[in-house]
């Protein structure tokens, strides 16, 4: 650092001041700190809008059915035809009576699905951690909707007996936190989930992730690079509504870190 610089009479002053040198030195190293500390900042952001995005989303569905059983009744006097098993009419009749009326929606796709369409934002396809594509948005056997913030989803019903006469019934429901907007694969901006209508005959009535009974490792093996993915949500939701960091999904979860699916 200069201390001295000449004044109008042609003496010195004792001031400070950078040298040129000292000054690009200081810049390189302002530039250094934000490379490394930037993508972590975006990263973040990135991972707590698509959780708020997400947990906003399930807590909308979740409270659709007190909402739903106050107008038509208990959930066993529902009426959902027992062979609804990948009937896009029956899945459209449940979600048009018992979901979309509680429900602040910006568009209804219903369960119209013409082919993979690039203009249409209702027909698309998606991708796993393994990369294989899916096309579950492009038939007919969902219904979809998009909410009020942007974020789509689409509902499929199914049903069995698992060879009793005791009836099972849930919906298959996706939750795509930004819609068309990539990266569109599970476990990153796409989530599972099943809403349990009737057990055993018995109603239910609740959102839960996919595989809910799963330990943390059976979780984390499915969502990993080159796994599926659908198990991502539960991961999420176990973790305290949170992504987890590389850490905990070692730690927590059993993860293996080179397969960890939020590096992205």
Same mark, same amino acid.
């Given at each position: 650092m200069n201390r001295f610089a000449l004044n109008h009479g %042609? %003496?010195? $002053?004792?001031? /400070? +001041?950078?040298?040129?040198?000292? #000054?690009?030195i200081?810049? +390189?190293i302002i530039g250094v700190v934000a490379a490394l500390t930037i993508p972590s900042v975006v990263t973040n952001y990135r991972n707590q809008e698509? #959780?708020?995005? /997400?947990?906003? &989303?399930?807590?909308?569905?979740? =409270?659709? &059915?007190?909402?739903?059983?106050?107008?038509? @009744? !208990?959930? =066993?006097?529902?009426?959902? !035809? !027992? *062979?609804?098993?990948?009937? %896009?009419?029956?899945?459209?009749?449940?979600? *048009?009576?018992?979901?979309? !009326?509680? /429900?602040?929606?910006s568009k209804d796709c219903g369960n119209v699905a013409p082919a993979n369409d690039p203009s249409s934002d209702c027909t698309y396809e998606f991708t796993t951690l393994s990369n294989e594509t899916y096309g579950g948005y492009t038939d007919s056997s969902t219904t979809k909707f998009?909410?009020?913030? %942007? &974020?789509?989803?689409?509902?499929? /019903?199914?049903?069995? $007996?698992?060879g009793t006469d005791e009836l099972s019934q849930y919906a298959s429901i996706?939750? *795509?936190? =930004? @819609?068309?907007?990539?990266? =569109?694969t599970f476990g990153r901006d796409i989530f599972t989930f099943g809403y349990s209508i009737l057990a055993k005959n018995k109603p239910v009535g609740k959102l839960l992730p996919f595989r809910p009974n799963d330990t943390n490792a059976q979780l984390s093996a499915r969502c990993a690079i080159g796994a599926v993915g659908d198990s991502c949500s539960h991961i999420?939701?176990?973790? @305290?509504w949170k992504i987890p960091t590389k850490e905990e999904y070692v730690?927590?979860?059993s993860g293996d870190i080179n397969n960890y699916p939020w590096s992205w």
């Open positions: %042609g %003496g010195a $002053t004792n001031r /400070l +001041a950078f040298t040129l040198a000292e #000054v690009l200081t810049l +390189a698509i #959780v708020s995005r /997400l947990k906003k &989303t399930y807590s909308a569905i979740s =409270n659709t &059915t007190n909402l739903a059983i106050a107008d038509h @009744g !208990p959930i =066993n006097s529902w009426h959902i !035809p !027992p *062979d609804t098993e990948n009937n %896009g009419q029956h899945a459209k009749d449940f979600v *048009d009576r018992y979901m979309l !009326p509680y /429900l602040r929606i998009y909410m009020a913030d %942007g &974020t789509f989803v689409s509902v499929r /019903l199914v049903s069995s $007996t698992f996706y939750i *795509d936190v =930004n @819609g068309k907007q990539k990266p =569109n999420i939701i176990k973790n @305290g730690t927590k979860f």
